[in-house]
């Protein structure tokens, strides 16, 4: 089906995605974007700026302050970090609206007038603010493109244009907590864009060890290449073990019914997916028709097309909202592969195989590319970049397994936002607590060590935002439900990855909290299980008498199967009632734990099943006071404090 939803722009040949900011502070500015040629370029700073104003007070030649990455013919990715002091301008003042506008080829051409549905409605450029004391925040995760639901992103960018005269209101930043592409669940219909857009970027061929197929080019047009990507793996019976956990799709009766068929498997393919979940400008002019398929996948295709049109509707306001305020980003496992490092089993087994290796390895390239350079630039300076570098210059196998081998050895993907209170950003997928004796059951989502850095990053804080990508204190029911299907040697089948699936890992965090001198608030962002809600938590029995706020807010652009939910939500209020003895079965009976209200809600539920972005607020001591989902449908949910019921 040719797709020409959106027509070309002047532009459309020069910059594919962004600008996204990806940091703002006084003294530097990081920003990421994609191009289709070399291209110069200035950045234009307007200090105080009302949106409207002709001249800039500062431009800065980027020259010095940018990376480029050649990833295709006709494909660069651009990472600029600028020092302002070294650029001799002054720092930026805070709690002031500050506009910004890149410059092309001699500063000929403006981006946001070329462009200018990167602003908002009255205004000549992208506009951000930098505050140093964390007020509010927009979170969310789990961004499906073809769950047939409105998108979350595109919801926070009509709330952000609402609160443009007032940039007060304006978040602190955008926090994407996990599961920004799903690279092991994709559409028919978004694969062949991403073919298409490969094969007009000219995105650089790779060859593939351990497969039945030799290279990149192959795969593209072998019959198996849409819906039916298992049947690429050796068919010798020592794979079948990895072919059911790599691309079979584990199935999930009790909560999803994965599917692997389409699973990205090339580094392109990756790449492509990023530039199409984030940008209207890489469909622009972009045209593909169906692959050959039979009847039911035909069937299948056309239901996800119509899907597709409407997400490539709401791109638009997606790539406004990134370019208008800071967007930080942590990986989940759908960025890589579902049930990513889960146990020690599966660890071994993706591992071990050079074919499923590469499909790992790649996904996490393209997150180091497209996610997590703009966190923290500087710790992939002297570790990582030499090896991008190098496999780039050749693009050879060596180089290639080189750079995806420095990936797998890298555990510095966390990050700090330094506001106050800190946003302490976990990694809790390259450093599990493995079981040593039990391989088969969860691994802890954070091993000893990594539990006492995040440790020594709390100390002596008075507040703190740590973001989760899973809860840290999720549904009892769900929780033992996973604990029985673990008891079975079957975690795989319903995703058990939690906090207290681990006893090592579980405890270690719980006395993290009790410690006297770690933060006196604690609120944890959360996503993953594809519905949200928020507790309060309190300790039993301690002097030190912590506060926690749990805040899930899941998913961006998926939902949990509605009526399982329902009675998921009813039972768990039944058998965890406040005094029910069940309670003191769980590795939290030393907490005491109360839901919050929705409202608007129905029949009591505690348990919010919607598409959207979670928004929370602030007060001076670091507590949330308003707490909300943004739901797609443009409608609000706010969860009100009870003082009376416990879970």
């Given amino acids: 089906m040719p797709h020409n939803a959106l027509s070309p722009s002047p532009v459309s040949d020069t910059v594919l995605a962004g600008p996204i900011l990806r940091q703002a502070r006084p003294q530097r500015l990081v920003l990421w974007l994609a191009v289709s040629q070399p291209v110069d370029l200035a950045l234009a700073l307007y200090r105080d700026d009302d949106g409207r104003r002709q001249i800039a007070d500062d431009t800065i030649a980027l020259d010095r302050y940018r990376r480029d990455l050649r990833i295709g013919e006709h494909a660069w990715l651009v990472f600029i970090d600028i020092d302002l002091a070294a650029a001799g301008v002054d720092a930026l003042a805070e709690d002031t609206p500050i506009g910004y506008d890149l410059l092309l080829n001699d500063a000929r051409h403006s981006l946001a007038a070329l462009d200018p549905g990167l602003c908002y409605p009255g205004e000549a450029r992208p506009r951000f603010v930098i505050k140093t004391r964390l007020d509010s925040l927009l979170h969310g995760s789990c961004r499906r493109p073809h769950h047939p639901s409105g998108d979350g992103m595109a919801r926070a960018d009509r709330w952000l244009g609402e609160r443009r005269d007032d940039s007060r209101s304006w978040p ?73 956990r790599f691309f079979g799709g584990t199935r999930k009766p009790v909560f999803t019914s994965a599917s692997s068929g389409n699973h990205l498997i090339t580094l392109a393919e990756v790449l492509a997916m990023y530039l199409l979940c984030w940008s209207d400008a890489a469909w622009r002019g972009l045209e593909y028709t169906p692959p050959a398929l039979d009847e039911q996948e035909r069937e299948r295709y056309d239901e996800e097309a119509a899907i597709i049109e409407r997400f490539v509707a709401e791109l638009p306001g997606v790539r406004r909202l990134m370019a208008n305020s800071v967007t930080a980003m942590i990986f989940d496992d759908h ?7 889960l146990t020690g089993e599966w660890m071994d087994t993706a591992y071990g195989h050079p074919f499923s290796r590469r499909i790992i390895g790649n996904a996490l390239v393209a997150y180091l590319l497209c996610q997590g350079w703009g966190n923290r630039p500087e710790v992939f300076e002297d570790n990582v970049w030499p090896s991008v570098e190098a496999y780039y210059a050749t693009r050879d196998n060596t180089a290639h397994d080189a750079l995806i081998d420095t990936l797998l050895a890298f555990h510095r993907w966390d990050f700090m936002l330094e506001t106050e209170p800190g946003v302490l950003v976990l ?81 270690t965090l719980l006395n993290i909290f009790r410690h006297g001198n770690t933060p006196k608030n604690f609120t944890i962002l959360s996503g993953d299980v594809h519905y949200s809600f928020v507790y309060d938590v309190t300790l039993r029995f301690s002097a030190a008498r912590q506060k926690i706020w749990q805040i899930t807010s899941s998913g961006v652009k998926n939902e949990f199967p509605r009526k399982l939910l329902d009675w998921f939500d009813r039972l768990n209020r039944w058998l965890y009632a406040p005094y029910s003895p069940l309670n003191w079965f769980t590795k939290r009976r030393r907490m005491r734990i109360y839901p919050r209200r929705p409202v608007p809600a129905d029949h009591g539920e505690r348990l919010v099943n919607g598409a959207g972005m979670g928004y929370v607020r602030f007060n001076d001591a670091g507590q949330p006071s308003d707490i909300r989902e943004l739901c797609a449908d443009d409608s609000d949910v706010r969860f009100e404090a009870s003082d009376h019921e416990q879970v």
């Avoid at 864009?193 to 094969?199: D, G, K, R, T």
């Avoid at 049947?231 to 990895?242: A, G, S």
């Avoid at 960025?335 to 490092?341: R, Y």
């Fill in 172 to 244: 602190v930043a955008v926090l994407l907590t996990g599961d920004q592409i799903y690279a092991d669940d994709v559409a028919g219909p978004m694969l062949r864009a991403i073919h298409a857009l490969i094969a007009r970027l000219g995105l650089w061929p790779e060859t593939l060890e351990g497969a039945v197929l030799d290279d990149s080019d192959a795969l593209y047009a072998c019959s198996a290449c849409y819906y039916r990507r298992d049947e690429l793996l050796p068919q010798e019976k020592v794979n079948r073990y990895l072919r059911d």
């Fill in 335 to 341: 960025d890589v592969t579902d049930d990513w490092n």
């Fill in 427 to 507: 990694d809790t997928r390259t450093r599990r607590w493995r079981r040593g004796r039990a391989p088969a059951k969860p691994s802890g989502l954070m091993d000893w060590e990594a539990l006492s850095d995040m440790q020594t990053q709390l100390m002596h804080r008075e507040s703190v935002v740590m973001v989760s990508a899973a809860p840290i204190f999720g549904v009892k029911l769900i929780e033992n439900i996973q604990r029985v299907f673990t008891w079975f040697g079957k975690p795989l089948m319903v995703d058990a990855e939690n906090w207290m699936a681990h006893p090592g890992a579980a405890h």
